[in-house]
């Protein structure tokens, strides 16, 4: 196995960590304590369309704002026969981007991925770049749930995990249903107290 | 320990600025009135001059005195209210157990007045939360007693007896020229370089600069102009009275930086004290240390010195001068010293020799690559300049290359343990660092498409510090492994390790 994929044969955590792995409290929602084989979930299959979306007006707007400044340039500095070749580019530059619009957002959501596992949370992302964040649950400072506009006609949200750490503070994990994100967010946040509830007092937040 | 601490009055110590503040509220004015005043001087002290300096000096000068009137502070019986301002009072309320640290500032002017600038720092981080300029030293002596000494926790219990203090290290002013000799010099050199050029440009005159170049150019010409030989040793020469400057600036620098040294420990507390002409104090709580790296230039390595750095939370980056100084826990100790001091710093971490992992051999392979690359382009670029047989000559610094590769795939490794991760690396600055798990915040394992096409990943620990620890060409399996292994351990250390009541 040489890659990083969401569908990756699960690893067995270590076993020191197995042994003090404290035990989950009744509140978590997860089926069995310290499932180290929790499958990854999905995002939601909506994504795809919010995406080729996104995607759409992002590259309209280039390609609009491309095709105004090459006419206009033409014109301006009487470039002649190196308009068309300039144009011809523009249509290639066209033609990838549908292409792109259509093909890639699948391919995306067909790599991202997340789950909780042993209060700790997974997002795996990337098609070319892969990457996968691991955060302990105690760790998070903050977590907020966004929603765009073209997200919120889908019905879509964006939950991002804040940490205090300096260069990979903040993980965005995008593309779940209002809903799953609303009750992903309460239930961490729920384990989160809960862990703090039942730590005697003394130990402070180390930062 | 403090009398005030038992007081129960609701006001425990109370104060307000050193009336030398009004002296140095003087000065800045003056400073910021410097173009208006020279005008001033200059045009024989006529009345437009003075009208100039009093639109622009009166503000700033009756905002020195509106503060230095109106600023008090006090402790009280958990807080420290700080309250300045006349037409816009404010208050601050600073609770006690949030301040980590008072740190304690001294120009040398200061330091012959007998105050200091005192800079209150919280752990909210980033920022100092407030700063006292300019008190009396016995004044913040009794400041830290108010605050940190009605304190039971660990962080201040240092603050209790002075006489507990145990010394570290303190480092004699050879071993700060040495400090300054083996630091990589040439950084300083295109410092001093920069700074030789921007006065030529400012200060000097046309003339002046011309002449001083022809003289440059015509002294290089008439030596090196005989034979290559002398054309070589003339280059050999510059290139060597350079570098013999830059060192020399360099030694000097560390020196005065780093005068008497101390680095001592009060009860749970580390104490730095430096400073030849701004003398720096500060206190260091093990507990808000994020990372240690013990670092070594290559002339270091040869000598066996190193110099010890932490990574802490919180901590506020003001100017340069203090960036480079702050992290730096000990400019210079032996690399074995260094190593021990390791366990004293992060509750038994120990550094053992022999656990070193390695990381994929490939990395050997991917090392080459990459140099080889730059090879090419070189090469690449200097046949486009000569065209002739000399193009090929970047290709005999193969060699280096693959020597190099092979250096800096032995120089990485790690070695984790349940608490601890230490993590070493670079061919030709080495540096360790040692991460305790409790302090990761997140970890990242990533893999670029040539990761992929090789089966590697690169695993990213990082903590609430601004270094972040890369250990890269790991074996995608082991990086994952590892990865929720520290993840998970974070989370449990996290808890507390005491069993859960409910």
New interface residues.
């Given amino acids: 196995?040489?890659?990083?994929t969401p569908d990756?044969v699960t690893?067995s955590?270590?076993p020191?960590?197995m042994a003090?792995?404290?035990?989950e409290?009744a509140a978590s929602l997860e089926k069995a304590p310290g499932a180290?084989s929790e499958s990854f979930c999905a995002l939601d299959p909506d994504a795809i369309a919010l995406w080729r979306l996104n995607g759409g007006i992002e590259w309209a707007i280039l390609l609009a704002l491309t095709f105004v400044s090459i006419t206009v340039g033409s014109i301006v500095l009487a470039l002649g026969p190196w308009f068309w070749a300039l144009l011809v580019a523009w249509t290639l530059a066209l033609a990838l981007a549908v292409a792109q619009t259509i093909w890639y957002p699948p391919l995306a959501h067909r790599h991202y991925a997340y789950r909780v596992t042993?209060?700790?949370i997974?997002v795996r992302r990337?098609v070319?770049?892969?990457?996968?964040?691991?955060?302990?649950?105690?760790?998070i400072q903050h977590v907020d749930l966004r929603q765009g506009l073209f997200e919120r006609s889908y019905g879509l949200a964006t939950l991002v995990f804040h940490?205090?750490?300096?260069?990979?503070?903040s993980?965005a994990l995008p593309g779940l249903s209002a809903a799953a994100a609303a009750a992903l967010r309460d239930r961490l946040i729920a384990q989160l107290h809960d862990?703090r509830r039942?730590?005697?007092g003394?130990?402070e937040p180390?930062? | 320990m403090s009398a005030e601490a038992d007081a129960i009055a609701p006001s425990r110590l109370s104060g307000r600025l050193h009336p030398w503040t009004l002296a140095f509220g003087l000065v800045a004015v003056a400073r910021q009135i410097l173009i208006p005043l020279i005008y001033w001087v200059f045009s024989g002290f006529g009345a437009f001059g003075a009208l100039l300096m009093i639109v622009f000096g009166a503000p700033s000068l009756l905002l020195v005195i509106a503060r230095y009137w109106s600023f008090r502070y006090r402790v009280e019986a958990d807080e420290l209210v700080i309250e300045q301002g006349i037409l816009r009072r404010q208050e601050r309320h600073i609770p006690l157990t949030n301040i980590q640290e008072i740190r304690l500032e001294q120009n040398l002017v200061q330091r012959w007045l007998g105050v200091a600038r005192a800079d209150i720092e919280t752990s909210t981080g980033g920022e100092v939360e407030a700063s006292l300029a300019v008190l009396a030293v016995d004044d913040i002596a009794r400041l830290r007693q108010g605050v940190f000494g009605a304190r039971t926790d660990g962080a201040a219990s240092a603050e209790k007896l002075a006489s507990e203090e145990t010394l570290i290290i303190a480092l004699s002013p050879r071993e700060l020229l040495i400090a300054g000799l083996t630091s990589n010099g040439i950084f300083t050199l295109f410092i001093a370089l920069g700074a030789l050029l921007r006065f030529a440009e400012e200060w000097l005159p046309e003339r002046g600069r011309e002449a001083i170049w022809r003289a440059l150019s015509d002294s290089t010409r008439a030596l090196g102009g005989q034979s290559a030989l002398m054309a070589a040793a003339t280059l050999a020469l510059w290139g060597g009275l350079l570098l013999a400057l830059s060192v020399a600036l360099s030694a000097l620098l560390s020196l005065a930086r780093f005068y008497d040294f101390r680095l001592t420990q009060q009860g749970a507390a580390l104490r730095r004290v430096y400073g030849l002409f701004t003398r720096r104090a500060s206190n260091l709580s093990p507990a808000r240390i994020q990372l240690v790296a013990i670092e070594q230039t290559p002339l270091r390595r040869l000598l066996g010195w190193a110099a010890l750095r932490v990574d802490v939370a919180g901590v506020a980056y003001e100017r340069d001068e203090e960036r480079q100084g702050r992290g730096l826990l000990a400019p210079l100790l032996r690399r074995k010293a260094a190593e021990r001091l390791l366990s004293r710093l992060l509750d038994g971490c120990a550094l053992d020799p022999r656990a070193w992992q390695p990381v994929s051999p490939l990395a050997f392979r991917r090392g080459v690559i990459r140099r080889s690359v730059w090879l090419m382009l070189a090469t690449a670029a200097a046949l486009w300049w000569w065209s002739g047989a000399y193009g090929w000559l970047p290709l005999a610094f193969f060699p280096w290359v693959a020597l190099a590769s092979w250096l800096d795939y032995r120089g990485r490794g790690y070695i984790v343990t349940p608490d601890y991760w230490l993590a070493r690396q670079g061919w030709a600055n080495r540096v360790i660092y040692a991460v305790p798990a409790r302090n990761v915040q997140a970890v990242v394992v990533s893999q670029t498409p040539f990761d992929r096409r090789l089966g590697l990943a690169t695993l990213t620990l990082d903590t609430a510090g601004p270094t972040p620890v890369i250990i890269r060409d790991l074996p995608v399996a082991e990086a994952q492994a590892l990865a929720s292994r520290v993840a998970r351990r974070a989370e449990v250390l996290a808890q507390g390790c005491q069993p859960r009541l409910a």
């Avoid at chain 1, 003090?20 to 035990?23: E, G, K, M, Y």
């Fill in positions: 196995m040489s890659e990083l990756a690893l955590p270590a020191e960590a003090a792995s404290p035990a409290s180290a042993d209060r700790v997974e990337g070319w770049f892969r990457e996968s964040r691991l955060i302990p649950l105690s760790r940490t205090a750490g300096m260069h990979e503070s993980t862990a039942t730590e005697t003394t130990a180390s930062v």
